[in-house]
């Protein structure tokens, strides 16, 4: 018994020798460092710019389309051809794309507008009182004295906008109306005053068509005018009725001109049958020359200038052969006279040749002609030196 404790002594030492070593940690083995190679940074590339920010704020986007609406309103009214310099100064800076672009080309615009509208409107002031003239030469004062009134309203309006700060735009069209109704009231009176001329020259006859037409614009005309309707609607009216009427009137002028053609080309006739453009050589060449331009006049349809030059062709014409008649009439007696005289010389040597006979050697003297020669009648006018010799004989 005493023998087997020691041997369970050893044994207990043991298992705790053995559970002791499994807790201790093994010391580290120790190795020699190793050199770490240390890489060569690479150059840090440069910063970049950063991008521009886009100007999408708020005061970016009103100038754009400030800038935008000036300039739709100088392209709306051609103001940019009228300022070629000034329109592309403030082009330059509404491409820009910037809103101090935008803010400067705005400004520019609103320039070009204002100095614009106000050349304008000076020019309709002009315009205006030219076309009240106008008017007033067509008779508008006395045939149609109210209509005038109604017009001078017009007028008023426009000038009192004109004063106004501000309302450059409103005045403008203010003057444009009272520009229409002016120039419609002097097409009324105006029609009015052909439709009189043609009624006492009698021409509705020859156009009954476009005379009663051109009877229905104006009547249509006035009543608008009466109305105080649109100045275009009565514009259009009374213009194209007084086109009708210059039509009819033409045409009436044209039938004249055909009766007076056929007058002076009589008359040419009859001056060519005595040989006038010879006898009264530049009042003939006036009086052709008359003639052509009234033929060219007609066939350019200017019927009233054809028409006078043919009466002014007919009278010359007929002057000429009135002239030439009496210088060829006096150039006849003239030469019937001294035909007369030839014979009565003629006679007078043979009675002398009777009573007294020279001797039969008579001492020698000039040749004297037998008989002196006789000029006969047909001769006139038949060869240049006897037309000489009329045109000299029948000067005064």
């Known amino acids: ?8 002594f050893f044994m207990c030492l043991f298992i705790l020798w053995v559970f002791a070593g499994c807790k201790t940690t093994p010391e580290p083995i120790e190795q020699e460092p190793q ?20 100007e999408s704020d708020t005061a970016y986007l009103e100038m754009q389309a400030a800038a935008e609406a000036a300039r739709s309103r100088v392209l709306a009214n051609g103001f940019d051809s009228a300022y070629p310099d000034e329109w592309i100064e403030a082009e330059e800076l509404y491409n820009q794309d910037t809103a101090e672009g935008y803010t ?53 309006e426009f000038n009192d906008l004109l004063g106004q700060s501000g309302s450059e735009e409103e005045a403008y069209e203010a003057g444009l109306n009272a520009l229409v109704y002016y120039q419609a009231l002097e097409k009324t009176a105006s029609s009015f005053t052909l439709m009189r001329r043609i009624d006492s020259l009698g021409f509705a006859e020859y156009d009954p068509e476009d005379y009663n037409a051109a009877l229905d614009c ?16 009565i514009l259009e009216f009374v213009t194209d009725g007084h086109e009708l009427f210059m039509q009819v009137l033409n045409n009436g002028f044209g039938v004249l001109a055909e009766r007076e053609q056929e007058k002076a080309s009589a008359a040419k006739a009859e001056s ?22 009234a033929a060219a006049y007609l066939g350019e349809g200017q019927n009233e200038d054809a028409w006078r030059l043919f009466e002014a062709a ?12 009496i210088r060829r009439n006096a150039a006849q007696a003239a030469m019937d006279s001294a035909n007369r005289k030839v014979e009565e010389v003629d006679y007078l040597a043979d009675e002398a040749d009777i009573l007294a ?10 040749d004297i002609p037998e008989e002196t020669e006789r000029i006969e009648p047909e001769a006139v006018g038949e060869s240049a030196p006897a037309d000489e010799t009329i045109e000299q004989g029948g000067q005064e």
């Open 314 to 325: 007919s009278t010359a014409f007929a002057n000429v052969y009135q002239e030439a008649l």
């Open 104 to 156: 400067e080309a705005a400004r520019r615009y609103d320039e070009i507008y204002r100095t614009a509208i106000t050349d304008r409107n000076a020019l309709l002031v002009e315009m205006v009182a030219d076309a009240r003239k106008a008017a007033i030469d067509a008779g508008a004062g006395v045939d149609f004295p109210e209509h005038l009134i109604f017009a001078d309203s017009k007028r008023e």
């Open 357 to 366: 006979p020279l001797p039969d050697d008579p001492e020698p003297e000039e």
């Open 218 to 233: 104006f009547i249509e005309a006035e009543y608008l005018l009466e109305q105080g309707a649109e100045p275009e609607a």
């Open 1 to 8: 018994m005493l023998k087997k404790i020691p041997l369970l």
């Open 272 to 293: 060519d049958s005595i040989r006038a453009g010879v006898i009264l050589k530049d009042k003939y060449v006036a009086a052709q020359e008359l003639y052509n331009q």
């Open 35 to 54: 050199p770490v190679e240390t890489p060569t940074p690479e150059p840090a590339p440069p910063p970049e710019a950063p991008p521009p920010e886009p």
